[in-house]
């Protein structure tokens, strides 16, 4: 229970009190004090439950004007209480005037009974219809959203479903809104139906009632056909609802379903209908209204309802459509595939077959696609994270939430950078230092970024920073972050409060702290009525009270970047990983995608969209828009992205000036655009399987795919999808991309590669090439697999492994180069005390070969069996002016050593004495699993002796 709730449910005990009290009063004799404190508790309790509700209105007002969006705020509030007025009126009035009582019926009784009853039953009525009401108010005002949608959609010609004819905005809108309003109607009915019932009791111990409760029993009737009206247009419009079921192999509409269950629905439909004027005939003609009768019209029309509905088209699914089932089912099948394409974005797949994934990878083609090898990324965000937190996080308060993958210009050429916020997380401070004044108005901020090439990497394989430390220095073209201040963030919670009376700490400088004052416009001004109101919503009536706080003070809310977009847009979806920037002068702003989504698509198969959308299962969704929040001020902006979807576009009627254009927007929030990683997962699981277009290999299933597998802390796991430049055959350039590798279902082959542009122009935004199933080309767990059979890596691992370290494995990157696929994937090396990776090794790999170096540049020379330069890809230089040259290069055919032993190569004697390193921890491992420890504690002398010879061998000139 919130705190709010809690004062809530404490002014309702007052109320009920201050009833009680005034009720003692009335029935006895005693003291004018009973009746004051009655009527001060009934005050206080009405008093507060008003207030309650109106600062939260109050300070969702301030909020709404504060970010901008007042008008949403008025439209949101005004469309819910009209709805909820006019909901609840007309369910009064109508449940009132039909249960309403002549004096006629009252005619049997004596006069006493008569006035007692009469006044009893009135009661009731006003009582239960004030409920009744009540209910169907909130349910109005729940709808009152989707129906002022419904009302201002925009009409969408995209789709039209095959089967009724229906556009995609009837089911977006006007189909949802149908079956609330049937649900509201079904309401008013229910309370007027136990308005009758309560009435039946009541009334039921009365001699001469018999008027009174044929009466009654007229009206239950009128009642009961009203339901059963909305009943049959229930029935009707549940036909529609065949279109977002599974039925058999089908999705949608199946033969069955339109062949006999959809014109049985219709007659169903039919009889209720009927049914329900029957029972509204009798409530007028009393010949009709014999229970007797009514029951056998109510059972037989049930009894109809199932058969024709269930069983018959059961027999005809078994005895008809089974034995021919695929011939039956093409065109259903053919209307779910495309469908489910057009849903989730993928109608429109530019699909590239095979490249010649055979061809020989040459010198040529690797110095023609530099641009793309200078940006492979050999920092694994999870490896980085790690290492962040060890090198950059400078205090323990402080915390890098996420790595965020994005691309720069930096010296005149676009590169790809790993870059990361470091937010002020108070949980993380001292218990000793948790305050209302330090977790309000002291800690308020987290402080800069750190940002990384995402290929480069210093001698020791740690990262070499663009952006690092406090304050944040800048270096190799990044621009100077001018406004270091993160106020608001993707882990920042709770509200705070800035130019109070005391500073604010900005970032430790030595042994003291430097202080602040807030200088922006970020916030709501602390009147005394908004400290009043705030500290009522928040529970905390230190912003009341506090010396801290002064006219001038503000006070932050919703900080949390979700919450925030949330509050504003609740009918908005938000992906769960927005990214920071960092705009051309210097400042910070949170980027994030937004969608929108739909579970009413025709055809379209639904599909639980993961955790970016909290679990939310939907069967069209929408990158329609994006969002920025300016860190410093909390400034947001809505940026429309997709004019073609018709919720977007409606969202906008209703609520105008919540988007702009995106044609309007700064140059750098269009470089910035990111494809959202949550979207590009989701529609690889569906393009897995509705890849196959052709209703024949559907049917089968013979052809689906799934996500490639890698393997990191020894764990085997799918993909995820990678942000990485990426050329795709016949392109001109690179382009950044979203990537995800496909095998067979059971397989670890790689049947495909999809690339998801985030240049929002493009043409084709998503491509798949598609390779031959004519052969095998390695899928990146076949690659894996090579790595550990290759004996000299795998020994290196083996030993890497021990002696208190643990090995890392990067993402496995499969890049098309000219016709060749090329297989990168670097190797880190961490302290199993300490968690701080390192980057040793960079495997490279093509179909035939295998190899790995101290860098990229060294891999692509072993591999090529030549020299190689692409540049600009680590280890960096230590020293200004200094040049890496390429590695040693191992002659083709030779494996991953060979030729004139050079520095940084293995030789014979250090190969030698590696492999016995590894057989004495082999013979160590079995005496200590056997409970020998006597011998494994010579093994374990032995293989000091091993690796001390390893050591001299490795410092003798």
């Not at 705020?73 to 709805?83: D, K, Q, V």
């Not at 970016?612 to 992205?641: P, Q």
């Not at 098309?816 to 040793?840: A, F, N, R, T």
Request: proline fraction near 5%; hydrophobic fraction near 45%.
């Amino acid at each position: 229970m919130t705190g709010q709730t809690a004062m809530i449910s404490a002014f309702g005990v007052l109320l009920l009190v201050a009833v009680a009290i005034f009720i003692w009063v009335r029935r006895s004799k005693f003291g004018s004090w009973a009746l004051g404190l009655s009527v001060a508790l009934l005050l206080v309790a009405v008093a507060g439950l008003l207030f309650s509700a109106l600062a939260g209105i109050y300070t969702d007002f301030l909020f709404f004007t504060e970010v901008g969006y007042r008008q949403v705020f008025w439209t949101r509030t005004l469309a819910r209480i009209a709805a909820y007025l006019a909901g609840a009126v007309v369910a009064y009035a109508v449940v009132w005037a039909v249960t309403g009582l002549p004096r006629g019926l009252f005619a049997g009784m004596n006069a006493d009974d008569a006035r007692h009853t009469s006044q009893v039953l009135k009661w009731t009525h006003i009582v239960i219809a004030l409920v009744a009401a009540n209910f169907v108010g909130l349910g109005a005002s729940g709808l009152s959203l989707q129906l002022l949608a419904a009302v201002r959609q925009v009409a969408s010609t995209a789709y039209t479903d095959p089967i009724f004819g229906h556009s995609i905005s009837f089911y977006f809108f006007t189909y949802p809104v149908v079956r609330g309003l049937l649900g509201i109607l079904a309401g008013i009915a229910v309370g007027g139906m136990a308005v009758i019932g309560a009435s039946f009791l009541m009334a039921s111990s009365v001699p001469g009632d018999a008027a009174l409760r044929r009466g009654l029993r007229n009206r239950l009737s009128f009642f009961a056909g009203i339901l059963l009206l909305i009943a049959a247009v229930g029935v009707w419009i549940s036909m529609y609802g065949l279109l977002f079921q599974s039925n058999g192999v089908v999705f949608g509409v199946s033969n069955a379903d339109q062949v006999v269950r959809i014109p049985l629905i219709k007659v169903t439909a039919v009889g209720v209908l009927l049914c329900g004027i029957v029972f509204l005939l009798a409530s007028f003609k009393p010949r009709l209204a014999n229970p007797r009768f009514l029951g056998w019209v109510g059972a037989i029309t049930l009894i109809a309802y199932i058969l024709l509905v269930s069983g018959i088209p059961a027999l005809y699914q078994r005895f008809v459509v089974k034995p021919n089932e695929l011939s039956r089912e093409t065109p259903y099948l053919a209307n779910n595939i495309a469908a489910t394409n057009t849903a989730f974005g993928l109608s429109a797949v530019n699909v590239i077959p095979d490249p010649g994934t055979q061809t020989t990878l040459t010198t040529g083609a690797v110095i023609a696609n530099k641009d793309v090898l200078q940006n492979v990324r050999l920092w694994d965000w999870r490896a980085l994270a790690d290492t962040n937190e060890q090198l950059q996080s400078i205090r323990s308060y402080y915390k890098f939430n996420d790595i965020d993958i994005d691309r720069y210009t930096l010296n005149g050429t676009s590169q790809e950078v790993m870059i990361a916020a470091r937010e002020l997380d108070q949980s993380l401070l001292p218990d000793t230092s948790r305050s209302f004044v330090n977790d309000r108005l002291v800690y308020t901020h987290g402080f800069g970024v750190v940002a990384n090439g995402v290929s480069d990497f210093s001698s020791e394989g740690a990262p070499v920073y663009a952006v690092k430390d406090i304050p944040p220095v800048s270096s190799g073209g990044f621009v100077d972050i001018s406004e270091p201040r993160i106020y608001y963030g993707e882990g920042t919670s709770g509200f705070a409060i800035v130019k109070g009376n005391s500073s604010e700490f900005d970032y430790p400088q030595g042994d003291a702290n430097k202080q602040y004052q807030y200088t922006g416009n970020g916030g709501i001004r602390l009147s005394l009525i908004n400290r009043l109101a705030f500290s009522f919503v928040n529970q905390n009536v230190n912003i009341l009270i506090s010396g801290q706080i002064s006219s001038e003070s503000r006070i932050m809310v919703y900080r949390n970047l979700q919450e925030r977009i949330k509050h504003i847009a609740p009918f908005l979806e938000v992906d769960s990983d927005p990214y920071i920037v960092v705009d051309p002068e210097g400042k910070l702003f949170w980027f994030g995608q937004g969608y929108t989504t739909s579970q009413y698509f025709p055809y379209s198969e639904y599909y639980d969209a993961g955790t970016e959308l909290n679990g939310k299962v939907v069967n069209y969704i929408r990158n329609s828009f994006m969002y920025t929040v300016n860190a410093f001020d909390g400034t947001t902006i809505f940026y429309l992205i997709d004019k073609a979807d018709p919720i977007a576009a409606t969202i906008d009627r209703v609520y105008p000036g919540l988007f702009k254009s995106l044609d309007d927007a700064p140059s750098f929030v269009k470089e910035h655009y990111r494809y959202p990683s949550g979207l590009g997962a989701l529609q690889s699981r569906v393009f897995s399987k509705y890849h196959m277009t052709d209703p024949r290999v559907f049917y089968g299933q013979e052809d689906q795919w799934a996500v490639g597998k890698e393997r990191y802390l020894g764990t085997d796991t799918p993909i995820e999808p990678y942000y990485i430049f990426f050329r795709l055959p016949g392109s001109t350039g690179p382009v950044f991309s979203l990537v995800t590798p496909f095998t067979p279902v059971g397989k670890d082959n790689l049947v495909a590669l999809m690339a998801i542009s985030s240049d929002i122009g493009s043409p084709d935004r998503v491509s798949v090439i598609k390779f031959s199933k004519d052969r095998v080309v390695y899928g990146p767990f076949q690659v894996e697999a090579r790595i550990d059979q290759d004996t000299e890596i795998s020994k290196t691992l083996t030993l890497w492994n021990q002696q208190g370290s643990q090995v890392l494995r990067g993402n496995m990157l499969i890049l098309p180069v000219d016709g060749s696929l090329l297989y990168i994937e670097p190797i880190y090396l961490q302290s199993s005390s300490s968690k701080m990776p390192q980057i040793k090794k960079i495997v490279a790999a093509t179909k035939d070969k295998l190899v790995w170096g101290d860098n990229l540049d060294q891999a692509l020379s072993s591999l090529l069996g030549t020299p190689v330069d692409i540049g600009g890809v680590g280890p960096a230089t230590t020293e200004p002016g200094s040049v890496v040259t390429p590695g040693p290069v191992v002659p083709p055919g030779t494996g991953t050593t060979g030729g004139n032993v050079t520095p940084g190569m293995v030789t014979a004697e250090q190969k030698a004495l590696i492999a016995e390193a590894v057989a004495t921890m082999t013979r160590y491992k079995q005496y200590t699993a056997t409970g020998d420890f006597a011998n494994a504690g010579k093994e374990l002398k032995a293989l000091e002796d091993v690796l001390a010879k390893l050591d001299a061998l490795k410092t003798t000139p």
